[in-house]
């Protein structure tokens, strides 16, 4: 199967699952849930959630077992896209192509549905773990719960510093914190997350941190350049902001075509370090490799 193919698989197996949270019911609170739904269920690229489960398929092909963590991982990513669109923090019009949760909505309704889908991911993680009934089985879990948390944690953190230096000049250093915090930790986390449920071997789960970390650092530095010379129409939303809002990105510290050397050189590493586990690591190669070369 091809790489698009087999990405265009596990999204949809990503949506499946998803759709199963969306809540339909018709309470005092229904607005509040369509404004979940419209983020959650907004498209884009499922990254984080195939990444578990590509993680997961390296080591057993019993995937489903990882759904519940897939589901939380991505309801995170869109209670973080929903809150960094508000006008306090990048305050963006346009997300998917389509007008941001606080425009279709309001300010009030954006924040509390971000903070409902933050909630939402640790009632599904607390679901799955009630499940769980034997002790090794549960530890693990425990223990990636535990990531998980900490991860979650260091997004905020990351945010918070990218936001609090915005048009201030920092170091290397305090610009290597933000995208390992606000990007790079729950991407690594959900490496983790599928290589720790699939019973990984320590030397493994070694090589696919590394892995991981470098697709993180790859994905932000993409993100800097996509800002710069981006499509607005591929991407679905504005090109420029991190300069009108003086972000400190990898463009404005390095320039862009040294961004550019930069991300082709990381990504390799990465390819690098898939090749160790053979044909298998197909996919993860591949994405690597996606996440370089992607325009949105």
Same mark, same amino acid.
């Given at each position: ?13 990503? &949506? ?5 949270? *969306? ?32 993680? +997961? ?13 897939? *589901? ?87 945010? +918070?510093?990218?936001? &609090? ?8 250093? +305090? ?15 959900? *490496? ?7 019973? /990984? ?10 892995? /991981? ?15 710069? &010379? ?27 075509? /040294? ?38």
């Amino acid at each position: 199967m091809e790489f698009k193919e087999e990405l265009k698989k596990y999204q949809k197996q990503v &949506e499946k699952e998803l759709e199963k949270y *969306v809540r339909k019911d018709l309470v005092p609170e229904k607005v509040l849930n369509e404004s979940m739904e419209y983020s959650l269920m907004a498209g884009g690229k499922r990254l984080r959630p195939i990444l578990v489960i590509a993680s +997961y398929k390296l080591f057993k092909e019993d995937f489903e077992k990882c759904f519940p963590y897939a *589901v939380s991982i991505e309801m995170i990513h869109n209670f973080s896209l929903i809150h960094d669109d508000l006008p306090g923090i990048d305050n963006d019009d346009f997300r998917h192509g389509k007008p941001t949760n606080h425009k279709k909505f309001n300010e009030a309704t954006a924040i509390l549905a971000g903070d409902a889908l933050l909630n939402n991911s640790y009632m599904v993680l607390s679901e799955d773990l009630s499940k769980t009934k034997e002790i090794k089985e549960l530890n693990k879990k425990i223990k990636v719960f535990k990531e998980f948390s900490n991860a979650v944690d260091r997004m905020i953190a990351g945010e +918070y510093v990218d936001t &609090e230096y915005e048009g201030k000049q920092i170091s290397k250093d +305090y610009l290597e914190y933000i995208h390992k915090n606000k990007t790079g930790e729950l991407l690594k986390l959900c *490496v983790r997350m599928g290589a720790i449920l699939a019973d /990984a071997s320590d030397s493994d789960l070694k090589k696919l941190t590394t892995y /991981a970390e470098k697709i993180g650092l790859a994905f932000q530095i993409k993100d800097d350049i996509l800002s710069v &010379e981006g499509n607005e129409e591929i991407m679905g939303k504005p090109v420029g902001n991190d300069e009108k809002h003086k972000k400190c990105t990898y463009v404005s510290e390095y320039g862009l075509e /040294a961004s550019k050397q930069i991300l082709e050189k990381i990504t390799a590493e990465a390819v690098d370090i898939t090749e160790e586990f053979g044909s298998r690591a197909e996919f993860l190669k591949l994405l690597a490799i996606y996440i370089k070369d992607r325009n949105k």
